[in-house]
Nanobody
Framework: QVQLVESGGGLVQAGASLRLSCAASGRTLYDMGWFRQAPGKEREFVAAIMWIGGRTYYTDSVKGRFTISRDNAKNTVYLQMNSLKPEDTAVYYC?????????????????WGQGTQVTVSS
């Protein structure tokens, strides 16, 4: 069992930065992902980092602006978000999955946090 708790969301202006954190407890040998969901839209993949090898993946719209990282000693995953845009506004969710399943598909993930709101004003 894994418990995930996100923090770090907030209201910022376009161009600003935020860093989201996801603290994991319980068994933590998982691939980790960040997803987001805007009002009226489906949950979409943002970024993922693999447990084995630390390889990272990003959706095209955030490449070059967002960075996912993990601190295994602290059981924490981060999402550094720079050059934020109004279209980044959403609830951001941290998630965890086992090895081998597709990293960009929400149904691949077994555990989810409660979400943290990110609002970017223009």
């Amino acid at each position: 069992q894994v418990q995930l708790v996100e923090s770090g969301g907030g209201l910022v202006q376009a161009g600003a930065s935020l860093r989201l954190s996801c603290a994991a407890s319980g068994r933590t040998l998982y691939d980790m992902g960040w997803f987001r969901q805007a009002p009226g839209k489906e949950r979409e993949f943002v970024a993922a980092i693999m447990w084995i090898g630390g390889r990272t993946y990003y959706t095209d719209s955030v490449k070059g602006r967002f960075t996912i990282s993990r601190d295994n000693a602290k059981n924490t995953v981060y999402l550094q978000m720079n050059s934020l845009k109004p279209e980044d506004t959403a609830v951001y969710y941290c998630s965890a999955k086992g090895y081998g399943s597709a990293y960009s598909t929400p149904s691949s993930y077994d555990y989810w946090g409660q979400g943290t709101q990110v609002t970017v004003s223009s």
